[in-house]
């Protein structure tokens, strides 16, 4: 079954604790991208990436980190988390290119920072 | 720059009445449009998208769209409300390519019995 996977679904952690969220895809998809979700302000882009070793900022990048090394995982990693980044995060994947922009979104990853 | 507006942040109807729910957007190329729907504590779905090919877009569950260039506008509408329409719909627009993305802020749709 073609889906975009994120692990874990739901994170309860402190103030500074490293921390990663995993995401993969089983499409061979070139393109990538992680959003956080809060209320009334839609979803919001954090990093994207449009093949392996390329990424490149979103909207939202302060307090993240991605890398692509394979072309199936995105990972996420918030290096030292704060409370301002509870949130609900979705990882998305697309083949990219021209009229091939459809995202398929992972199930979400809900994140508490204490 | 891009941006994406979504009109109303809450849209009640009644079942078995049309649905409109308003997004205009800005953008210094053309862009590509979507509308996605969230159903509770679900993810994301595609509903439909215009990449400048026809500007009635027709999508999935007899949603559709029509991209109005001079007005800016994408609005989307359905001529009968079901109940399991009630969801959160985010209009989105993106690059060629779909890299970067923006995400309006949502509108949640109510649908009374």
């Known amino acids: 079954e073609a889906q975009v996977t994120q692990n874990p679904r739901y994170l309860i952690t402190v103030t500074g604790k490293k921390l990663t969220v995993t995401c993969s895809q089983n499409m061979n998809h070139e393109y990538m991208s992680w959003y956080r979700q809060d209320p009334g302000l839609g979803l919001r882009q954090i990093y994207y990436s449009m093949n392996v070793e390329v990424t490149d900022k979103g909207d939202v990048p302060e307090g993240y980190k991605v890398s692509r090394k394979e072309k199936r995982n995105f990972p996420l990693i918030l290096e030292s988390p704060s409370p301002n980044q509870t949130s609900l995060y979705f990882c998305?994947?697309?083949?990219?290119?021209?009229?091939?922009?459809?995202?398929?979104f992972g199930p979400g990853t809900r994140l508490l920072v204490l | 720059a891009q941006s994406v507006t979504q009109l109303d942040s809450h849209v009640s109807v009644s079942e078995g009445t049309p649905v409109l729910l308003r997004c205009n957007y800005s953008s210094s190329y053309s862009p590509s449009l979507f509308w996605y729907v969230q159903h509770p504590n679900k993810g994301l779905q595609l509903l439909l998208k215009?990449?400048?090919?026809?500007?009635l877009v027709k999508g999935i569950n007899g949603f559709e769209a029509e991209f109005k260039k001079s007005e800016t506008s994408f609005h989307l509408t359905k001529p009968s409300a079901h109940m399991s329409d009630a969801a959160e719909y985010f209009c989105v627009v993106s690059n060629t390519g779909g890299f970067k993305t923006i995400f309006g802020a949502g509108t949640r749709l109510f649908v009374k019995a």
């Open positions: 215009y990449t400048s090919a026809a500007t």
């Open positions: 998305a994947s697309s083949l990219g290119g021209e009229l091939q922009e459809t995202q398929y």
